[in-house]
Nanobody, 123 residues
Framework: QVQLVESGGGLMQAGGSLRLSCAASGRTFSTYAVGWFRQAPGKEHEFVAAISWSSDTTYYADSVKGRFTISRNNAKNTMYLQMNSLKPEDTAVYYC????????????????WGQGTQVTVSS
């Protein structure tokens, strides 16, 4: 069982930066692939980024590539999403998620989810 708790969301002006954190409980977290998703009002979960358990593989949505960076620290059971050059269209609730095998983009393929953290970007 893995429990995930996100933090670091908030209100930011366009062009600014935020770093989201996802703290995990469970001794096997280091063996899980993890990802970030976001959900804007009235829309479905959108894949943002994912990272393999060893950090040797990362994958990004085209909409955030070059602006967002995903990373993890298995010793601290924590995953991060550094968000730079924020845009108003990045406004959403951001969720971290984990799964036992390789990274994928479909939210339905992730087994564990956090409660989400709100990110609001003003123009």
């Amino acid at each position: 069982q893995v429990q995930l708790v996100e933090s670091g969301g908030g209100l930011m002006q366009a062009g600014g930066s935020l770093r989201l954190s996802c703290a995990a409980s469970g001794r096997t977290f280091s063996t899980y692939a993890v990802g970030w998703f976001r959900q804007a009002p009235g829309k479905e979960h959108e894949f943002v980024a994912a990272i393999s358990w060893s950090s040797d593989t990362t994958y990004y949505a085209d909409s955030v590539k070059g602006r967002f960076t995903i990373s993890r620290n298995n010793a601290k059971n924590t995953m991060y999403l550094q968000m730079n050059s924020l845009k108003p269209e990045d406004t959403a609730v951001y969720y971290c998620a984990a799964r036992k095998t390789g990274i994928v983009t479909g939210p339905q393929l992730y087994d564990y989810w956090g409660q989400g953290t709100q990110v609001t970007v003003s123009s």
